[in-house]
């Protein structure tokens, strides 16, 4: 079984300010991370991803998060914000063997002028 | 290079009726997952179609049914439909390992 959580269901921020959506995970198998973004009445963009290596992972539109194994944690940061970046957040697992998947309920990011 | 596409982007339906969903792969794509996304939560797994088979299924009834074509398209079906299916049901496609791609999916409404 494998679950994620999303510790913050809103965060609001000031354009050009950094920002942290914390995503931790439990999973009794490996898995791969992943960080997707929903714009409204779209469907999900891959982010970035961490299937194994560096735990830094760099992804697109300046974002970037840091796999902490010990934690269970996938953090995901960008150190300024765009009002562009206004948009529904989402981490997910996906089990390494046999592909299935979990998403967390989402982060919805609000950058203010 | 065309992404995943959904068909129709919109459907109303009454309870009780069937519906079916369509999803094109993106080009090199042989795996089809689709999920429901109701509003306001993370999108749940429904099933996974890999060489036309279901290979991992999710939480569903038995309502919801798939299938996989020789193509690697894909359809979703859901009989008996009840208020609660009322979602948005997106489809995904990947070849290997790397993240899936995701279609614009197709909203639900259910009356």
């Known amino acids: 079984a494998q679950s994620v959580t999303q510790l913050d269901s809103q965060v609001p921020v000031f354009e050009e300010a950094p920002v942290e959506l914390r995503c931790n995970y439990s999973?009794?198998?490996?898995?791969?991370l992943f960080w997707y973004v929903q714009y409204p009445n779209q469907g999900l963009q891959l982010l970035l991803k961490?299937?194994?290596?560096?735990?830094l992972v760099k992804g697109i539109n300046g974002f970037e998060a840091e796999f902490n194994k010990s934690q269970t944690s996938f953090h995901l940061r960008k150190p300024s914000v765009h009002i562009s970046d206004t948009a529904e957040y989402f981490c997910?697992?996906?089990?390494?063997?046999?592909?299935?998947?979990?998403f967390g309920d989402g982060t919805t990011l609000t950058v203010k002028p | 290079d065309a992404g995943v596409t959904q068909s129709p982007t919109h459907l109303i339906k009454t309870r009780g009726q069937q519906v079916t969903l369509r999803c094109s792969p993106k080009?090199?794509?042989?795996?089809v997952s689709w999920y429901q996304q109701a509003l306001g939560q993370g999108p749940q797994f429904i099933f996974q179609?890999?060489?036309?088979?279901?290979?991992q299924r999710g939480n569903f009834p038995d309502r919801f049914s798939g299938h996989q074509f020789p193509n690697y398209s894909s359809e979703l079906n859901v009989n008996a439909l009840l208020l609660g299916d009322s979602a948005l049901y997106l489809c995904?496609?990947?070849?290997?390992?790397?993240?899936?791609?995701f279609g614009s999916g197709t909203r639900l409404t259910v009356v």
């Open positions: 999973s009794s198998v490996s898995v791969y």
């Open positions: 179609y890999y060489e036309e088979e279901e290979r």
């Open positions: 961490y299937l194994s290596g560096s735990t």
């Open positions: 995904a496609s990947r070849n290997g390992k790397i993240g899936y791609t």
């Open positions: 080009s090199g794509h042989d795996t």
């Open positions: 997910a697992v996906i089990d390494t063997n046999a592909g299935k998947s979990t």
